[in-house]
């Protein structure tokens, strides 16, 4: 017993803010095995997730596009609480206004959907890189 607590402690935990069923799908394919997800289909969600794991939470995947509270201001909040945590902003409009914008509002990084597996674990692997694939 003690020793599946452990594995389970290793795992990193990331936050993923994603209103697209099919696009969150994607990202557990790809990141599922290796981290622990919680997922929030709008940006109040993911400042309510960031509130309730804030002590655990080790990086986050954040969509700038979303209904209720978009990416940018949901990343403007968690960055007034905890300004270090990696924050990987997900956008599918390539403009350099864009990005711009999410690093503005505390972006780490900002990638661009569609999110592929070598783009998200290369991202990732920069913050994780104990976590082998």
């Known amino acids: 017993m003690e020793n599946g607590q452990m594995n389970l402690e290793e ?43 804030r002590g655990k939470t080790k990086a986050m995947l954040m969509d700038i596009k979303m209904p209720i509270m978009n990416g940018l201001e949901a990343t403007k909040i968690i960055r007034e609480m905890e300004p270090d945590i990696p924050i990987i902003m997900q956008t599918a409009y390539a403009f350099n206004t864009d990005k711009e914008n999410a690093m503005k509002a505390g972006a780490t990084e900002v990638l661009v959907k569609p999110i592929t597996l070598a783009a998200l674990r290369g991202c990732l692997s920069k913050y994780f890189p104990e976590v082998t694939w």
């Open 11 to 53: 795992r990193p935990l990331i936050l993923v803010a994603e209103d697209d069923d099919s696009n969150f799908k994607l990202i557990k394919a790809i990141i599922g095995k290796k981290y622990d997800i919680v997922w929030a289909k709008n940006g109040q969600e993911m400042v309510d997730n960031f509130n309730e794991y």
